[in-house]
């Protein structure tokens, strides 16, 4: 089956509601913002990210701006690349979506770091780029906010900041709290539009990890 093809079967329509967007329009809603496309750093969620034909065109973009300013820089383009991958997040109900989504998502990575760093490219690179899509991309259901691998457990997403460098901080979220508004403690914030912000609480915080030993968290 073609990535561009709106629909697997006929059944998976009946029983999941499963339509995939198709390229064009995909990037049609992008262009609408495309200024947020282009920024390393910011974060897209699809909550029914299907096999991740919305995702696979922000992180194209994305990879792109990476690419035009460090691909001179081994250590920058990793890292930034880490960072890309690392503001995008999908959920979707279908098993086989999100093993598609994620290899989709580590394919486009690994096609533009080997062509650009050929024997340069680090396996513990590509091990960290898995550890993130394996946190960011979730098998679960958007509506009840749960994982539906068994566990029945909250859909958790990790956030991944570069601090000093090399390093990352790694913060986890409930999906539960970044979607319902809480009252906010401490001082109020304001966004740009005048309304309060709303600043999650991590679920739970991480030690700073060098960008290439992100799976240690485990």
Not at 49 to 59: A, K, P, R, T, Y
Not at 131 to 153: C, F, H, M, P, Q
Request: proline letters at 4%.
């Amino acid at each position: 089956m073609s990535d561009n093809s709106q629909i697997k079967t006929k059944q998976r329509v009946v029983d999941h509601g499963e339509v995939f967007t198709s390229e064009r329009e995909v990037n049609a809603m992008l262009d609408l913002v495309e200024q947020e496309t282009v920024r390393i750093d910011s974060r897209f969620l699809e909550p029914a990210c299907g096999n991740g034909n919305f995702l696979i065109e922000v992180l194209r973009r994305k990879m792109a701006v990476v690419e035009e300013r460090y691909c001179k820089n081994q250590l920058e383009y990793e890292r930034n690349a880490i960072i890309a991958i690392g503001s995008i997040y999908g959920v979707d109900l279908l098993e086989d979506n999100v093993i598609h989504c994620r290899n989709r998502l580590k394919s486009c990575f690994d096609e533009n770091y080997s062509r650009l760093f050929k024997s340069e490219c680090r396996e513990e690179c590509r091990y960290s780029v898995d550890y993130v899509l394996s946190r960011n991309v979730i098998w679960g259901d958007a509506l009840t906010l749960n994982r539906v691998d068994g566990s029945k457990e909250p859909i958790v997403f990790s956030e991944w900041s570069p601090v000093n460098g090399s390093m990352i901080k790694r913060r986890d979220y409930s999906l539960a709290h970044l979607l319902v508004y809480q009252p906010m403690d401490g001082p109020n914030l304001f966004s740009d539009l005048g309304d309060e912000a709303f600043i999650p609480k991590p679920v739970a915080e991480f030690p700073l990890t060098h960008y290439l030993r992100l799976p240690d968290h485990d």
